[in-house]
């Protein structure tokens, strides 16, 4: 069972950064692919990056390439996102999922999901 909380959220300036992290309290974690989806408010929620199990593969949006990372760390059952540049149009509540699909970029394709956690970013 996979068992995914987000954390790490909150107010930050435009051009700061902010680092997220999901914990996993099941057993399996290295077993899936995880990606990183995000939601603004009135708007689709949005893949943002995703990782393979072993964490050798990596893949973003075009939108946050060369400003975010995706990172894993298996022996701690634990996803990151580096966020770094961030701008006003990177404000959304952010969700980890847990799936068996490698370069998965479609939510359908995740079977477990966080709760999520929000980022705001100011002017």
């Known amino acids: 069972q996979v068992q995914l909380v987000e954390s790490g959220g909150g107010l930050v300036q435009a051009g700061g950064s902010l680092r997220l992290s999901c914990a996993d309290s099941?057993?399996?974690?290295?077993?899936?692919?995880m990606g990183w989806f995000r939601q603004a408010p009135g708007k689709e929620r949005e893949f943002v990056a995703g990782i393979s199990s072993s964490g050798v593969s990596t893949y973003y949006t075009d939108s946050v390439k060369g400003r975010f990372t995706i990172s894993r760390d298996n022996a701690k059952n634990t996803l990151y996102l580096q966020m770094n540049s961030l701008k006003l149009e990177d404000t959304a509540n952010y969700y980890c999922?847990?799936?068996?699909?490698?370069?998965?970029?479609?939510?359908?394709?995740?079977?477990?999901w966080g709760q999520g956690t929000q980022v705001t970013v100011s002017s």
């Open positions: 099941g057993r399996t974690f290295s077993r899936y692919a």
């Open positions: 999922a847990a799936g068996s699909t490698i370069y998965a970029r479609s939510s359908e394709r995740y079977d477990y």
